[in-house]
């Protein structure tokens, strides 16, 4: 097929998908909304109430938390898992770059709350993901650099943007002084230099993910499921400028091509949209914001981005093409594995491709709250404030003030000509018998919806004494069970069929190498070797259920396999990798997104091969020779026991017996070493009282030698004097005889 034939297929499958979506859908939408942001119903009449009330924009908002909740509380929006023992390591690196790609290169939680917002609010939440290249210009400056220089770095991928010489510098010799060319007599300069500003396109190919406003996908008006994967004809409306364009490699598309191609009309819902983002901005409805432009770039313009099931070759079997086109020109076509979109409703319609919105299940409910609100407010203004009725004479001149009347102060004066001339017209307040019909209201919401008082907290009943906790929380689960099951039918038809796109995408190849940190370490995937046909499962929604549950019930668990792990069958039965894979998910529940911080993940080890039950005869006979051995281990220790007790007495009588022994020894030594130590005294007494007898005896002999000494001096001299007297009375009378014999 040509691409005139190929055009004019899906010329007419655009017309017929885009009368379905941007009429009837367009209208139902654009209602929705109005309901949402609370816009007049137009049968609002002046005097009179026109409050709006907000049971959708509520619903809405309540519902919203819950879902981003479970999709969102952890840091895994996707898990793979293997259906063959060859894809276990595929799986894990699967897992972790497509939420890698999903959370980091792409703003994951804003492309959930929107497309969930869309779904909840206009039917349909629409999710498309796509292969991107990017070219960056990365630009530096160097200064003062030689042309050789420039050369390489030309060489290595640097293109020139601008340049100029560098003013040129003396050179100077070590010692200070200038260099002198001789040829010219002045001073040498430096070689010529140049300051470079450098730049260099880079381009980057990653996976973008996206949520398009529902009226911009196209459907085919008779499809029958909100999965989209055999639909025979998906289309993308995309606003586009032509910078955008080129960055797509169109380089051949020119600015008239694409204004030409520019969208005329607008499906309600659209144009209810656009009017009111202007309106925000402008203040008018209706005003433009586009700001006219000379830059070709900014030229904007609508690319179709389609995929359909057509014989293009002509052997009787349909192909998905995927075809980029302006309004008559296709730029491009090439066949295609999936289609690359994702649609999900929170209510489904069996056998339709467009489902219900809780909008539309509360957009009754709240025009009939409203009615009712505002007949409540105006029987409350009348009651507050009653009519007057006053009397006129015959020419219809009232007997009353009329200013007076129109003044309606407290304790105001009203000037009559008559007491009968005025008269309150009583109005009875019917709020009383309204508040009951407001509440059937509400109950009939939560009905619908699920969304409840008392999973919001607003239940005064809550607190009644006769009100039991297991009633509270039936009530509460109760009232989860619906959005639950919107979280549920979310998974089913809308994120898994993404993340299934995102890793065929990433199996395709031409990807670039995916570096990123992982439970604390820095790893680095390429998606190019993976295998295209990966058999796994995809899990979402992991964070389902109440955190208060899941972290008693994962308590429960880890105590399971505590206690396991201490019985024979344990090693069997639990595994390291079964107990971290508890112990994380605890850490998930309690909103800690990285467990890496606290636990890591042992891997996968085998599980050790375990003997064959024992036979119990076998197993009996072998007891009782542990049994008997066990006895005469036991004797044979206590005789051993008993053997080293006696070893261990006739030791420490032996080592008594020696220091007993020793002490005695000790004690003779000193004996013997006190009596020579005596001994000596005394020896030494008795030599000191020898020398003092000697030296007494000495002085006595001395003094007795010096007595006998002076008697015979006195003696002699005594003699002399007698001799002498002697002489002189022999001389005188005696004679010498008698002298003798008288002395």
């Given at each position: ?223 029958v499921s909100p999965l989209l994967a055999d639909c025979p004809y998906v289309g993308h409306v995309m606003p586009v400028t032509l910078s955008e364009l080129h960055e797509m490699g169109f380089d051949d598309v020119e600015a008239d091509d694409l204004s030409a191609s520019d969208e005329t009309n607008l499906s309600p819902d659209a144009a209810y949209r656009e009017n009111r983002s202007n309106t925000a901005q402008t203040g008018y409805i209706g005003e433009s914001t586009n700001t006219p432009t000379d830059d070709e770039s900014q030229t904007q313009g609508i690319l179709y981005r389609e995929w359909v099931l057509i014989d293009a070759d002509g052997d009787g079997i349909a192909e998905r093409l995927e075809i980029y086109r302006l309004k008559d020109k296709i730029l491009s076509r090439e066949e295609c594995s999936h289609v690359p979109v994702a649609m999900f409703s929170p209510i489904l319609n069996p056998h339709r491709f467009d489902g219900m919105s809780v909008a539309e299940t509360m957009s009754d409910l709240q025009r009939l709250k409203t009615e009712l609100t505002r007949q409540m407010m105006d029987s409350a203004y009348l009651a507050n404030n009653a009519r007057t009725v006053v009397v006129t004479d015959a020419a219809g001149s009232p007997m009353a003030n009329i200013d007076d009347l129109l003044d309606s102060r407290a304790g105001g004066l009203i000037r009559a000509r008559s007491l009968d001339s005025i008269r309150q017209e009583v109005v009875p307040f019917v709020g009383g ?311």
């Amino acid at each position: 097929m040509s691409d005139d034939d190929i055009l004019n297929v899906i010329q007419r499958h655009e017309e017929d998908a885009s009368a379905y979506t941007w009429g009837q859908l367009g209208t139902e939408r654009e209602q929705s909304m109005r309901e949402y942001y609370r816009e007049p119903y137009g049968t609002e009449e002046e005097g009179h109430s026109s409050i709006v009330t907000s049971e959708v924009q509520d619903t809405v908002e309540w519902i919203l938390p819950s879902l981003l909740k479970i999709f969102s509380s952890t840091d895994k929006a996707v898990c793979f898992e293997p259906t063959k023992a060859e894809d276990v390591a595929g799986a894990e690196q699967a897992t972790a770059v497509c939420n890698y790609t999903f959370y980091k290169q792409n703003n994951g939680f804003l492309v959930l709350y929107t497309a969930f917002k869309d779904a909840l609010l206009v039917k349909n939440g629409v999710v498309a993901w796509r292969r991107e290249t990017k070219r960056t210009k990365t630009a530096k400056n160097a200064r003062g650099v030689d042309p050789m220089a420039i050369a390489m770095l030309m060489q290595d991928g640097w293109e020139v943007e601008s340049a100029e010489q560098a003013q040129q510098q003396p050179i100077a010799d070590p010692n200070g002084q200038p260099v002198i060319d001789p040829a010219t007599g002045q001073p040498a300069l430096s070689p010529p230099a140049f300051n470079v500003r450098l730049f260099r396109m880079e381009e980057r190919t990653t996976i973008k993910v996206e949520c398009i406003q529902p009226e911009r996908l196209l459907v085919k008006r008779d499809w029958v499921s909100p999965l989209l994967a055999d639909c025979p004809y998906v289309g993308h409306v995309m606003p586009v400028t032509l910078s955008e364009l080129h960055e797509m490699g169109f380089d051949d598309v020119e600015a008239d091509d694409l204004s030409a191609s520019d969208e005329t009309n607008l499906s309600p819902d659209a144009a209810y949209r656009e009017n009111r983002s202007n309106t925000a901005q402008t203040g008018y409805i209706g005003e433009s914001t586009n700001t006219p432009t000379d830059d070709e770039s900014q030229t904007q313009g609508i690319l179709y981005r389609e995929w359909v099931l057509i014989d293009a070759d002509g052997d009787g079997i349909a192909e998905r093409l995927e075809i980029y086109r302006l309004k008559d020109k296709i730029l491009s076509r090439e066949e295609c594995s999936h289609v690359p979109v994702a649609m999900f409703s929170p209510i489904l319609n069996p056998h339709r491709f467009d489902g219900m919105s809780v909008a539309e299940t509360m957009s009754d409910l709240q025009r009939l709250k409203t009615e009712l609100t505002r007949q409540m407010m105006d029987s409350a203004y009348l009651a507050n404030n009653a009519r007057t009725v006053v009397v006129t004479d015959a020419a219809g001149s009232p007997m009353a003030n009329i200013d007076d009347l129109l003044d309606s102060r407290a304790g105001g004066l009203i000037r009559a000509r008559s007491l009968d001339s005025i008269r309150q017209e009583v109005v009875p307040f019917v709020g009383g018998q309204t508040l009951p019909l407001l509440q059937y209201v509400d109950s009939m919401g939560e009905k619908r919806t699920g969304v409840s008082l008392a999973q919001q907290g607003l239940d005064p009943n809550v607190l009644r004494a006769d009100k039991t906790a297991v009633e509270v929380q039936q009530t509460a689960n109760a009232a989860q069970a619906r959005v639950e099951l919107i979280a549920r039918v979310f998974a089913e038809t809308g994120l898994k069929p993404m993340f299934q796109g995102l890793l065929k995408l990433l199996t395709d190849g031409e990807m670039e190498k995916i570096s990123f940190r992982l439970l604390d370490k820095f790893v680095e995937y390429d998606p190019n070797e993976w295998r295209d046909s990966y058999d796994m499962t995809i899990n979402v929604g992991l964070g389902t259920g109440d955190r208060n549950q899941q972290m008693a019930m994962l308590q429960g668990m880890s105590a399971a396999q505590m206690a396991m792990l201490g019985t024979p069958i344990g090693p069997m039965l639990v595994t390291p990798k079964q107990l971290y894979n508890v112990h994380s998910k605890m850490a998930e529940a309690a909103g800690y997104k990285n467990v890496g911080e606290f636990w890591t993940d042992p891997g996968e080890k085998p599980i050790p091969q375990q003997p064959p039950p024992p036979n119990p005869a076998l197993q009996i006979k072998q007891m009782e020779i542990q049994a008997d051995a066990q006895k005469t281990q036991a004797q044979s220790k206590q005789q051993m026991e008993i053997e080293q007790l006696k070893a261990e007495a006739n030791r420490q009588a032996a080592q008594s017996q020696l220091t007993l022994q020793a002490t005695n020894d000790q004690r003779d030594a000193e004996r013997e070493t006190m009596k020579a130590m005596h001994a000596a005294e005394l020896e030494k007494m008795r030599l000191q009282l020898d020398r003092y007898k000697t030296d007494a005896d000495n002085q006595t002999r001395i003094i007795v030698a010096e007595i006998a000494a002076n008697q015979r001096h006195a003696a002699a001299q005594l003699q002399a004097e007698s001799a002498e007297r002697h002489a002189g009375e022999a001389s005188e009378t005696p004679s010498a005889e008698t002298n003798e014999s008288a002395a």
